[in-house]
């Protein structure tokens, strides 16, 4: 029953897909003897390739063919699935079945992508050539595409055998004898090829598979060759591919042990070839030529006189460009009839043997000719040559050449030191070993490049709104670097890569980008004003020759010959250590630190391949994944997630569905990344009815059947299209008009375009015709050039911070100080002289004491003046600004209030909003009409307006108490609540990084997101990703390496702090999870979580297994603690206490005769030093303290001052923080209450959040930390006395 379930069920495919003998037809080798016979000497003939035999799974033998106790022989015995194809119809004496098989050959369907008309021609590129003597086993590979472009992989092994009617291979010989005659009778040697297709690019593990194969077909007779070749294609049939991750698959084809690599991440390709061999042919300067061909899509021909080296080279480079896809045509081994290929008119990409390198070169007009024998780059001729191809951009280059040229490519310096290996397997193992590192190295290099290349893309675009500002990208590149972008932005690969980035796909690109980011571009993440060059940039730029000489790394095409090198520090006399101590850049590729990697050996396979053979194989493949997750360490995961997925594929294949699904289950929550999702869902539609009930009887396989049927998560959306930035061509409303300023990169605060919108209609019709915004575009983005090209005196330079910009320039003016410009960055004015170039300090914002706009008398004129008053001097600076006296006025003003608010709150980000406005002040005058410019410019003064109207004083002990503030928000269209925080210590663990050992603050936002800060630096970590849609209720560390999610779609997510990645889930709950709290006392530690309806779980945080679980009577459970072996939980309206088995043991109610008795229990906190209970109820504004020597007792109620309502609570010390809700100074506040345990008290009262505190966590005791509502979204940082 169990089989026959699962006959229709569509199983991933094994090693192969098809395997196929190849030659000449045995008509045409008999005519060739004859010729050969009666010429009585060589024959130089040419032959057409024709598909002999093939062969595709499966190979299972009907039972009933064999006698009962058959368990080995040959193949031949039993009746396989092959075919044999003839270009005429076959004589019955053409093929000789095996013996006992009288039916002849059986019609089978051939995989799709697989060509059997154009396969001959692939195997046999440069044609069947007949010889007079063997030539050596010669290895080539294919890439076959099908009609949707999906792509299967070709090895094809060319062994020589003698042209004779009865001879063999083997021919009496002693195995110390010649495999091969000197010369066959009849004086010929015939080609023949065995082509192994597969789904999976395993070139060099195939290529050691047919090298077996060969072993085996010298020495056998002629009519046993299809015999082996079944024998073979069998084999590699039940071989599994390894799932993604570290787990390598190894299998033994006698005499090689053959090693199957898996992929490094489900989005990564396969690597089973030499990186490193294009570096070999190729000198660094020409693999970035080619890299450059590759990424604006040229059309490109690979030329050889190596067949295997064509597809090899080809693929090496396509990986080099990964996560970016070659989308066009990829075709890498032409054959000599099919030339006319390289007439096609789009991109595509080839590879021809060498000997028609002249005649493409003729025929052919703007292909890019790549000579991989000479290491060469060429352009064939044609009428728009001058165009060429673009050379990559400069700095990317020279720093590739430079860490290109620190890799260590030859083997023999590698193993110089080791002895001679006496094992063929071992020697091979260490080649591996070498090669892995080597290749990692690679990839690393060459995703760097690509960073460097794109890093800068991610500032323009608008995540909300899709769109890519090219415009304004090209702008900022410099001039000799505008072709080369030009021409890749409208590539098909750009595109793609475009929609991954507006997506916020964390790929390899992405992760590499996070970990090589500056400082100041993780410092930028938590700002909002517009991006300048910051004063450190300035002076490298200013030093730099690169920017001042413009020099071109490569020359454009067709000159591609004369190429000079860029100037790099002088290469070492030797090839085994680079020196870079000079290139910094360097550092990552030497001290890349290997993956662990881990095997697993596949068990024999016996023949004949009957059905209880194959059954025996699966029964010991199950046995040996069993019996290796039974020796995982409890911290295994990665391993253990491998061992499931390969033994549930197992299972799949016996018919055992309930087990597979069993194993799938167990996967899901191990490692939901390289869950295969697809194939459950087939295995659940191929269920039997008492199959799908039994499932359904066990409560995990219902839940895993939920999740991927009834739960099928986010439906994919179309193809969501990257849209171009362009000025708008009608007239705007206000909700358009957000949209728009969103779309340019302006601004996102949603707020202040909303005040820009009233700015630029004041005194008109509430709408923006097409002219004004492109006018208010133009003036914005003129100021944002100016500022790129600001040149500032050392002695400037020196005076100011590294990180400071200059965001504003004047005209030259009269001052008080001499004649110069005033430039104003964010935290200070200054003047730059004129004359001999200087730097005079006006004024910090924080010093400035009055700012006045007034004139001064000059013959009969009034001249505009600004007048500014700082603490420390007495004498006013003056400057005659004329006609720009009444705008520096108005931003001089906003500055110094958003300064003076930043101080008061601790908040930065005052500075930044006050910088934008400033920016947007000088646009909308630009824009509008000079007699109302200044009006309409004073819409965005909001911090001055602020400051003078509504002065919002700090409370003297919320203002000595506040630390800091932070915006997790920064960046969005407007603040998100802070719904849960978290902080977890730093840890010196080898398997992090140095900036991953710092503390860390999670920030748990709406919908699932989570933003992560370097709570050392409180810079952004890393940005913002999902877990799940919902909102997130609780988190909490286990482990040290793990943080719980707690989300109110019912699933607790597992984030990994090393990696920051989410591939662990716990579908346990049927309800939002509500609480978690760990045992950390257990080794090794346990977590409980609660859910809304009352479910408590006990979990082994490293098995991530239930080890208890029990119901309370009633829902709206909220929250659990940990005191005394007893759980605390707050159950609505009371305190429900029971054992850690679920035995109930206290029901703790309000007197229901008590005022307070309405409302539920959100909070509790348990001190056991002063047996103290303290809790919270929602909606109210009282804390209740309960003895616990007498729970009976009616509790004290310490009631907070002008509070609406409490929404957490913690143990700080000797402190009990409360956060909520009430009354300040007119208007509605979050606020803190420090309470203190000994006297039940309020010591402190602090506010400081303009929407309610909904979350706190404290860090080490030290600090606490608030979240506040969506109506201000920011995080507060206290000192804890």
């Known amino acids: 029953m169990a089989e026959a379930s699962s006959q229709h069920l569509p199983l991933p495919s094994g090693l192969l897909e098809l395997c196929a003998l190849l030659g000449a037809s045995q008509e045409s080798l008999r005519g060739l003897e004859q010729v050969a016979q009666k010429r009585g000497g060589r024959s130089q003939s040419s032959l057409d390739p024709e598909v002999l035999s093939v062969f595709v799974p499966p190979f299972v033998i009907p039972e009933d063919s064999h006698g009962t106790g058959a368990t080995c022989g040959t193949l031949g015995k039993g009746r396989l699935r092959s075919f044999r194809k003839k270009r005429e119809k076959p004589k019955a004496d053409l093929w000789k079945g095996p013996p006992g098989d009288p039916k002849g050959p059986e019609d089978i369907s051939i995989p799709g992508g697989v060509d059997l008309l154009a396969l001959p021609q692939l195997c046999f590129p440069g044609g069947i050539r007949v010889v007079s003597e063997p030539k050596e086993d010669q290895v080539h590979f294919l890439v076959l595409t099908d009609v949707c472009g999906n792509r299967t992989h070709g090895v094809v092994a060319q062994y020589y055998r003698p042209l004779h009617d009865e001879c063999c291979f083997y021919s009496g010989r002693t195995p110390g004898e010649p495999s091969w005659p000197s010369r066959s009778p009849a004086g010929c040697f015939v080609p023949f090829a065995v082509c192994v297709v597969s789904r999976f690019p395993y070139y060099n593990s195939l290529k050691d598979c047919l090298s077996c194969l060969l072993t085996h077909l010298k020495f056998c007779k002629d009519f046993e060759v299809d015999n082996h070749i079944k024998d073979f294609a069998a084999r590699l049939s039940l071989i599994p591919s390894p799932p993604p991750g570290p787990l390598y698959l190894v299998f033994n084809m006698k005499p090689l042990l053959v090693v199957l690599p898996p992929r490094a991440d489900p989005e990564s390709p396969i690597v089973d070839l030499d990186l490193h061999l294009p570096l070999l042919c190729f000198q660094p300067d020409v693999v970035l030529q080619i890299l450059s061909c590759l990424l604006t899509e040229q059309r490109i021909v690979f030329f050889s006189s190596d067949w295997a080296l064509l597809t090899l080279v080809a693929e090496c480079f396509l990986i080099y460009l990964h996560p970016l896809q070659w989308q066009h045509t990829f075709v890498p081994i032409l054959s000599g009839q099919m030339l006319d290929f390289v007439m096609a008119p789009t991109s595509f990409l080839m590879g021809c043997h060498l000997d028609h390198f002249e005649e493409v070169s003729k025929e052919a007009d703007g292909l890019v000719l790549i000579d991989i024998d000479h290491g060469s780059v060429t352009c064939s001729g044609s009428s728009d040559g001058d165009r060429g191809v673009p050379s990559i951009p400069l700095q990317a280059a020279q720093t590739f050449v430079q860490r290109v040229q620190s890799l260590q490519l030859h083997p023999e310096l590698y193993l110089a030191h080791l002895g001679s290996s006496t094992d063929l397997n071992e020697g091979r193992a260490r080649h591996r070993a070498w090669q892995q590192t080597l290749n990692s190295r690679v990839q690393h290099i060459t995703l760097q490049l690509l960073v460097s290349i794109f890093r800068e893309v991610r500032n323009h675009l608008n995540y909300e709104h899709r769109v890519f500002n090219s415009e304004e990208f090209l702008k900022t590149r410099a001039t000799g670097e505008q072709q080369f972008y030009k021409q890749v932005l409208d590539t098909y690969m750009f595109h793609s890569f475009l929609k991954a980035r507006l997506s916020r796909r964390m790929d390899a690109f992405t992760q590499m980008d996070l970990d090589t980011q500056s400082e100041e571009d993780r410092l930028s993440g938590t700002l909002i004003s517009p991006r300048r060059p910051t004063v450190e940039k300035i002076a490298t730029r200013k030093s730099s020759a690169l920017h001042a000489a413009h020099r071109r790394m490569v020359v454009s095409m067709p000159n591609l010959q004369d190429v000079a090198v860029p100037e790099l520090p002088p290469r070492n006399a030797s090839l085994r250590i680079m020196d870079t101590t000079g290139s910094r850049n360097s550092n990552p590729v030497l001290n890349l630190t290997p993956k662990s990697t881990y095997t697993f050996k596949i068990p024999e396979i016996h023949f004949p391949l009957v059905r209880q053979c194959v059954q025996a194989y699966h029964a010991d493949l199950v046995m040996l994944l069993s019996r290796a997750m039974s020796l995982l360490a409890p911290d295994s995961s990665l391993l253990l997630a491998r061992y499931l997925y390969l033994r549930g594929l197992v299972y799949l294949m016996q018919g055992k569905l309930l087990s597979a699904l069993s194993d799938f289950q167990s996967l899901y929550k191990t490692d939901i990344r390289i869950f295969p999702a697809d194939l459950v869902k087939g295995t659940v539609a191929c269920m039997s009815a008492p199959e799908r009930a039994q499932a359904e009887r066990t409560p995990e396989l219902r839940r895993l059947i939920t999740e991927v049927l009834d739960k099928p998560g986010e439906i994919p959306k179309a193809d969501d299209p990257v849209k171009h930035f362009e000025l708008p061509r009608k007239h705007m409303q206000l909700e358009d008009f957000v949209k728009r300023v969103q779309e340019s990169g302006i601004v996102k605060d949603t707020d202040t375009i909303h005040r820009l919108f009233s700015a630029l209609t004041v005194g008109q019709q509430k709408q923006i015709d097409p002219d004004t915004f492109r006018d208010f575009y133009n003036c914005w983005k003129g100021t944002e050039a100016e500022a790129q090209e600001v040149s500032l005196p050392s002695l400037a330079a020196d005076s100011l911070d590294k990180n400071e910009c200059v965001y504003k320039l004047s005209r030259s003016v009269k001052t008080s100080r001499g004649l110069g410009k005033i430039a104003m960055t964010q935290k200070r004015l200054f003047l730059l002289t004129e004359g001999r170039p200087g730097y005079v300090e006006i004024s910090t914002f924080r010093n400035i004491e009055e700012v006045r706009s007034t004139t001064v008398a000059f013959l009969l004129l009034r001249i505009p003046t600004l007048k500014i008053k700082t603490v420390s001097k007495k004498e006013v600076f003056e400057a005659n600004l004329k006609s720009e006296c009444d705008l520096w006025h108005l931003m001089v003003k906003e500055m110094w209030a958003g300064k003076k608010l930043a101080d008061d709150h601790k908040d930065p980000q005052y500075v930044q909003q006050a910088l934008t406005n400033v920016l947007l002040m000088d646009a909308v005058v630009g824009t509008l009409p000079s007699p109302g410019a200044i009006h309409a410019a004073s819409k965005l003064s909001c911090f001055d307006k602020m400051r003078s109207e509504l002065p919002m004083a700090v409370p003297k002990t919320t203002s000595e108490t506040l630390k800091h503030k932070i915006n997790p928000s920064a960046g969005e269209t407007s603040p998100q609540a802070i719904e849960v925080l978290l902080y977890t210590p730093g840890h010196l663990d080898p398997a992090e990084k140095a900036e991953d050992a710092h503390p860390k603050l999670w920030c748990a936002l709406s919908e699932g997101r989570v933003i992560v800060f370097d709570a050392s630096s409180w810079t952004l970590h890393q940005h913002c990703f999902k877990v799940g849609t919902s909102k997130v209720n609780c988190m909490v560390m286990a482990e040290q390496s793990q943080v719980w999610v707690g989300s109110d779609d019912s699933v607790i997510y597992i984030i990994n702090v090393h990696s920051m990645s989410c591939n662990k889930q716990l579908t346990d709950h049927r309800t939002g999870v509500t609480g978690l709290m760990v045992h950390s006392n257990k080794k090794p530690s346990e977590v409980y979580s609660c859910s809304l309806d009352g479910t408590v779980l006990a979990w082994n945080a490293s098995t991530l297994r239930v080890t208890s679980r029990f119901?309370?009577?009633?829902?709206?459970?909220?929250?659990?603690?940990?005191?005394?072996?007893?759980?605390?939980?707050?159950?609505?309206?009371?305190?429900?206490?029971?054992?850690?088995?679920?035995?109930?043991?206290?029901?703790?109610?309000?007197?229901?005769?008590?005022?307070?008795?309405?409302?539920?229990?959100?909070?509790?906190?348990?001190?056991?030093?002063?047996?103290?209970?303290?809790?919270?109820?929602?909606?109210?504004?009282?804390?209740?303290?309960?003895?616990?020597?007498?729970?009976?007792?009616?509790?004290?109620?310490?009631?907070?001052?002008?509070?609406?309502?409490?929404?957490?609570?913690?143990?700080?010390?000797?402190?009990?923080?409360?956060?909520?809700?009430?009354?300040?100074?007119?208007?509605?506040?979050?606020?803190?209450?420090?309470?203190?345990?000994?006297?039940?008290?309020?010591?402190?009262?602090?506010?400081?959040?303009?929407?309610?505190?909904?979350?706190?966590?404290?860090?080490?005791?030290?600090?606490?930390?608030?979240?506040?509502?969506?109506?201000?979204?920011?995080?507060?940082?206290?000192?804890?006395?």
């Open 1111 to 1281: 119901q309370l009577p009633c829902g709206g459970l909220t929250s659990i603690s940990l005191h005394g072996g007893r759980l605390w939980c707050c159950v609505g309206s009371s305190i429900v206490v029971v054992t850690t088995n679920g035995f109930l043991r206290q029901d703790l109610r309000m007197d229901e005769d008590h005022p307070e008795a309405s409302g539920s229990f959100l909070a509790l906190q348990l001190l056991p030093e002063q047996e103290q209970l303290w809790a919270a109820r929602a909606g109210r504004g009282e804390v209740y303290v309960w003895s616990l020597q007498d729970l009976a007792r009616a509790p004290h109620t310490i009631h907070l001052q002008d509070c609406s309502e409490v929404n957490c609570m913690i143990l700080v010390k000797r402190q009990i923080w409360v956060g909520g809700r009430g009354p300040s100074q007119g208007r509605s506040r979050g606020k803190i209450y420090v309470l203190d345990v000994e006297r039940k008290t309020v010591e402190k009262e602090l506010v400081a959040h303009a929407d309610a505190v909904q979350t706190l966590c404290s860090a080490e005791d030290r600090y606490v930390l608030s979240g506040s509502g969506r109506e201000e979204g920011k995080v507060a940082i206290w000192k804890v006395e």
